[in-house]
Every structure is written in structure tokens, then in C-alpha cells.
């Protein structure tokens, strides 16, 4: 009786040790925004792809070198304007299903079909099976193009469950999502890269950056997203906490509405982009930890033109504003954010000197993007990533006549020859006649301002020591699969 006792004591330290283990195992990150879906192409913003990232799987990934390569797929041929593609086998579904041709035919005219994804899918003219594993894509671009474009994670590839369910092959499979606060990730097992170390994944809903790094300090969370420049000099002292830095793909602009008088006027945008002072903003706001923008796409993206940017001039400025009746009153968009608000706040203060009067207007993140989409506004604050890395996704979202609205172009912005040096940059086969092609662009939008860049995002990521593994991707869309703690 006694032996069995010892044994009855000795099994239940061993539940209790590894319920113990797999608490430890249990990563939390905070956001600063909710995730809207765990539909990956239907939502394209930073909180919902951070997410999603982790449940589903790309054809192809961006290395640290910006260089293509196969994530879902093992080999790949291109001949013209086509791409031959051999899928790795073995790679299976949360629900059991093996990875096919058919379900990654079906998930590229899904993209298809959803205006949002749409212009990343839309160099593709026909995709045709060959056999189980091997599949040929058709283009009517340049293929390198689209072969970025599949690398944006909103280009996962995704089927239905027997539910009617969206489901991956990633390292994570979803728990829960509930209404985007806390969203739980549980470990694929089968996951072909291997079974990730930590059990769960949860995502936590904390809008203010202060209280994103007490939740750090803590150890509420283990990782925060965005931390702001102000907390980052904080980490020095800590023996817990470290920070991650790194340029992402990201770039913070004003945009302003060319079709909404008396914005419409080129005269006037010059002189707002002559008013604001970048270099205010970069040190109030971001510590200068930041790097002032002169251009929509960020210096790692292809395509990226290194001409000066258009220096801050008040007296410029204000010799244009000589010519109109003044104030001139406008309404300046953001959606909540800390930086966004100031950054508004000395941008309204800029523009009051030169008699532009500007009235900020707060919105939640998805009334902002569904109003914009629809030019309520005069002008707003947005971010821009050109995930892809290749300005193809900078330039023709924000700035061609096909993708005004929702697609990206909320400045509404239609020049002719920009729209043809665009769909020229598309078919293309040099890379340097498709440079020269963007840097045109770039001088195009320098002298008429649809877009004013302001600063590119430089990621701040607070991380508890104690974690390994993490992998910093300039998207925003940070790699879990090997972490561990």
C-alpha cells in the first residue's frame, strides 16, 4: 500500500511539474490595435497580419537580404513570364489536409476576389495545375514583381475547413479570437518546419504604449509591439528587458485629398510640404530614432530613389500662401494613435503659420480607413508599408488611377504620366530601366505632394530576455515559429 501511495504522490508531481512547464510556455505580446479578422486577405493592417503571420504560410518569404525566397514551396523555374512551381510535399493543414496545387489555385483567385488583395494577385493571368504539387503562374508583369507581391503576408495561403472555416499550415493554429482583444494560438504539432517550443501564443489588445511597457515590466506580456521612443532609453537600465530596433518597410505621410478644393490646388500642397518641419517631428516625437522620409517607399524597398527630399522653408512656404485669401480652414484625419495625434498636433501648429488653419479629427481605426476609402477627408495621417519590398506595392496602391478609394489611393491622385510610367514599370524586364521608372515617379510626387512623406517607421520592440528565437521582419509581421522562453 505504501508503494502505491509513493507512486500516486510521485504522478502527481509529475502533473503538477509539467502543468507548471507548460505555463512557462506561454509567450504573451501586446498590440497597440486590436487584429480585425483572422481572414488574412480581406485586412492588410499590421495588427491583423502580426497575427495571422503565425496561423498560415506564404509561398514565398523575403530573407534579411530582401532576397526571394520558397517558403511553401521547394523549387521554382521562370521562363519569361511565366513561373513553374514545385510545392514542398509533406506540408499539411491544421486539419489533416496535405498542401496541393488545387487549394493554392483556389486560394490565389480568392485574393482575386477581394478588392483589398486584389492588386497583388493582379499581374497574374492564369494559373494552370500540372500535377498534384507542381503548378504554372502566368503573368502579364514583370514575374519578379509578383514574386514579391506572394511574399506579403496577406498572400498566405488559406482553404476552408469542413466548417467553412479559414485554416494554414502554420506553426500556430487558432484558439480563439473572439473580438480581436486577446487572440489565442495553440502549436501546430505537425508543422513541417517542426513543432514550435512554447505551447500557446496570445495576443493582447493594449492601445497605450506606457502601459504596453509596464505590462513588459511585469511580465503581463513577454514581448510588446511599438514601444515608444520615449520608454525605449528606459530598457538601458533594465535587467530583464532588452530592445530590438530595425528600419521596417514603413513610412508615416501626409495625404492629402487632390480632388477637395482648395487642396486641390498644387500651389497650396507646396507650400504645406515647404511648412512642415520633419525634423521637429523626428525629434519631439520619435527621439531621433527615426529618419525623415523623402520618399513613400522606405531605402531597403527596391525602387528607392536616395534624392534629397524637399527641406523645410517657412519663408518659401509662406511667399506661396501671399497669393490666397488666408486662413484657410481644413480638417486633418488620424486614426488613434499617441504619435499620429502629435504628429497632427505640430503639423496643425506648422500650417498655422503660413494661415492654414487645421482642426484634427480623431476616428477609430476601421470608421478611418472606411471613411478615407470614401474622401470624406481633406487630409490625413497614414502608414504605408511596401511589404513586398519592391516599390511596385509603394507606388501603385498610393498612387495610381486604378487603386483610388480603398485600395490605397486616398489622395485620390491622378496624374497621367504617372499611371503610365507605373503600368510601364509593371512589364519591365530590367531593373534598371524600372529604377529609372520609380525615380521619375518620385520626382513627380515631390513637385505635386499628393502624398508628403514624413518619416520612416523604425520598429522599437521590447522583449523579455528571457525569450529566444524571436526574428524581426521589416513588415511587421515578426516570426514566431522558433521562439522560445
Request: proline share 3%; charged share 25%; glycine share 6%.
Amino acid at each position: 500500500m505504501k508503494s502505491f501511495f509513493k507512486v500516486l504522490i510521485i504522478f502527481i508531481l509529475l502533473i503538477n511539474i509539467a502543468i507548471g512547464n507548460s505555463e512557462k510556455k506561454v509567450v504573451k505580446i501586446g498590440l497597440g490595435y486590436s487584429g480585425r479578422s483572422y481572414d488574412p486577405h480581406r485586412h492588410t493592417d499590421s495588427s491583423t497580419l502580426a497575427i495571422t503571420k503565425q496561423i498560415y504560410n506564404n509561398l514565398f518569404i523575403l530573407d534579411d537580404k530582401n532576397e526571394i525566397q520558397g517558403e511553401l514551396v521547394d523549387s521554382y523555374l521562370i521562363k519569361n513570364n511565366t513561373v513553374e512551381i514545385n510545392l514542398k510535399k509533406g506540408v499539411f493543414f491544421h486539419d489533416g489536409e496535405e498542401l496541393n496545387s488545387e487549394i493554392v489555385k483556389n486560394s490565389l483567385e480568392r485574393n482575386k476576389s477581394i478588392p483589398v488583395t486584389k492588386v497583388l494577385v493582379d499581374p497574374i493571368e492564369k494559373i494552370e495545375i500540372i500535377d498534384n504539387y507542381k503548378l504554372k503562374i502566368i503573368c502579364t508583369t514583370n514575374i519578379d514583381i509578383l514574386l514579391h507581391n506572394l511574399t506579403h503576408s496577406s498572400m498566405a495561403v488559406v482553404k476552408e475547413n469542413k466548417d467553412k472555416k479559414l485554416i494554414g499550415t502554420g506553426a500556430f493554429e487558432l484558439i480563439d479570437w473572439g473580438t480581436g482583444e486577446k487572440v489565442i494560438l495553440g502549436k501546430n504539432e505537425k508543422h513541417f518546419k517542426g513543432s514550435p517550443k512554447v505551447e500557446r501564443v496570445e495576443f493582447l489588445t493594449i492601445p497605450e504604449a506606457p502601459n504596453r511597457y509596464i505590462a513588459l515590466e511585469t511580465d503581463e506580456i513577454q514581448i510588446a509591439y511599438d514601444v515608444s521612443s520615449i520608454d525605449v532609453k528606459t530598457f538601458k537600465d533594465s535587467n530583464n528587458l532588452k530592445i530590438l530596433n530595425g528600419l521596417s518597410y514603413g513610412t508615416d505621410f501626409l495625404s492629402i485629398n487632390t480632388e477637395k478644393a482648395p487642396l486641390n490646388d498644387k500651389k497650396i500642397r507646396e507650400a504645406i510640404s515647404y511648412a512642415i518641419d520633419k525634423d521637429s517631428i523626428n525629434e519631439v516625437i520619435f527621439e531621433n530614432t527615426s529618419k525623415v522620409a523623402n520618399s513613400i517607399i522606405t531605402p531597403n524597398t527596391f525602387g528607392y530613389s536616395n534624392d534629397e527630399e524637399k527641406k523645410y522653408n517657412l519663408k518659401k512656404a509662406k511667399t506661396i500662401m501671399e497669393n490666397y485669401k488666408t486662413p484657410i480652414e481644413i480638417e486633418l484625419w488620424i486614426y488613434e494613435d499617441t504619435s499620429k495625434y502629435q504628429m497632427a498636433q505640430i503639423i496643425q501648429a506648422n500650417l498655422k503659420e503660413i494661415g492654414i488653419d487645421v482642426k484634427i479629427q480623431t476616428l477609430e481605426l476601421s470608421s478611418f480607413l472606411q471613411l478615407t476609402a470614401q474622401g470624406k477627408h481633406n487630409a490625413l495621417i497614414g502608414l504605408w508599408y511596401t511589404s513586398t519590398g519592391d516599390a511596385d506595392y509603394g507606388y501603385y496602391p498610393l498612387l495610381h488611377n486604378n487603386s483610388r478609394g480603398g485600395v490605397g489611393n486616398r489622395s485620390f491622385y491622378n496624374n497621367e504620366r504617372v499611371n503610365v510610367l507605373l503600368d510601364e514599370a509593371r512589364k519591365e524586364i530590367s531593373k534598371e530601366k524600372r529604377k529609372e521608372k520609380y525615380k521619375e515617379v518620385q520626382e513627380i510626387i515631390v513637385d505635386e505632394n499628393p502624398i508628403i512623406p514624413i518619416v520612416y517607421k523604425t520598429y522599437n520592440i521590447g522583449i523579455n530576455k528571457k525569450i529566444k528565437g524571436f526574428k524581426f521582419n521589416p513588415n511587421g509581421n515578426h516570426i514566431l515559429e522558433d521562439i522560445d522562453y
